[in-house]
Antibody, heavy 120, light 108 residues
Framework: EVQLVESGGGLVQPGGSLRLSCAASGFIFTSYAMSWVRQAPGKGLEWVSS????????YYADSVKGRFTISRDSSKDTLYLEMNSLRVEDTAVYFC?????????????WGQGTLVTVSS | EIVLTQSPGTLSLSPGERATLSCRAS???????LAWYQHKPGRAPRLLIYGASNRATGIPDRFSGSGSGIDFTLTISRLEPEDFAVYYC?????????FGQGTRLEIK
């Protein structure tokens, strides 16, 4: 059974940093691209970042480029999102999601999300 | 950058009726790279359709997707009570892999 479990969310001040983790199980981690998607309060889904199965290719939304870094550790079957220079507008539930294939594609399994609140 | 515009913003229908949701792209995209998701409050999003017309595993056949170029459609043939939710299209042809703004399907 595929499982994705996010952790690392919490309250942080503007300008601060946070690292989200997504522990994956039930599938061959390196065979699938992974992504982070967020939903701000009262808003729709926003794609944040994706990484290929090998980790060689990464992609970012303009709103987070230069501040967020996506990575993956195949020895731990874990996806990460390092978030720096956080802004109030980064407040959201962050979901990790597994792609259908090794390259970035539609996302067939999702975690339950972790809440990030950026506030002073 | 490809922008997806969904319509209508809100759709009010009754169980048993047919729902037609639209997703229009700002430029032509291959149908290979268009997906639809269902999202309910407090839940993880659920993949319904990928490649514009392929149902994901376990998705009932009352859900169907169609379209090409810039116009794509999600159809729910006969609404069940559990289908009332927010629906998003997403393109993954190019970065940013943006979602549309969503269509809220509510019970009339």
């Amino acid at each position: 059974e595929v499982q994705l479990v996010e952790s690392g969310g919490g309250l942080v001040q503007p300008g601060g940093s946070l690292r989200l983790s997504c522990a994956a199980s039930g599938f061959i981690f390196t065979s699938y691209a992974m992504s982070w998607v967020r939903q701000a309060p009262g808003k729709g889904l926003e794609w944040v970042s994706s990484i290929s199965g090998t980790g060689a290719s990464t992609y970012y939304a303009d709103s987070v480029k230069g501040r967020f870094t996506i990575s993956r550790d195949s020895s731990k079957d874990t996806l990460y999102l390092e978030m720096n220079s956080l802004r109030v507008e980064d407040t959201a539930v962050y979901f990790c999601a597994k792609a259908l294939v090794v390259v970035v594609s539609a996302m067939d399994y999702w975690g339950q999300g972790t809440l990030v609140t950026v506030s002073s | 950058e490809i922008v997806l515009t969904q319509s209508p913003g809100t759709l009010s229908l009754s169980p048993g009726e047919r729902a037609t949701l639209s997703c229009r792209a700002s430029q032509s995209i291959s149908s290979t790279y268009l997906a639809w998701y269902q999202h309910k409050p407090g839940r993880a999003p659920r993949l319904l359709i990928y490649g514009a017309s392929n149902r994901a595993t376990g998705i009932p056949d009352r859900f169907s997707g169609s379209g090409s170029g810039i116009d794509f459609t999600l159809t729910i043939s006969r609404l069940e009570p559990e289908d009332f939710a927010v629906y998003y299209c997403q393109q993954y042809a190019d970065s940013p892999r943006a979602f549309g703004q969503g269509t809220r399907l509510e019970i009339k």
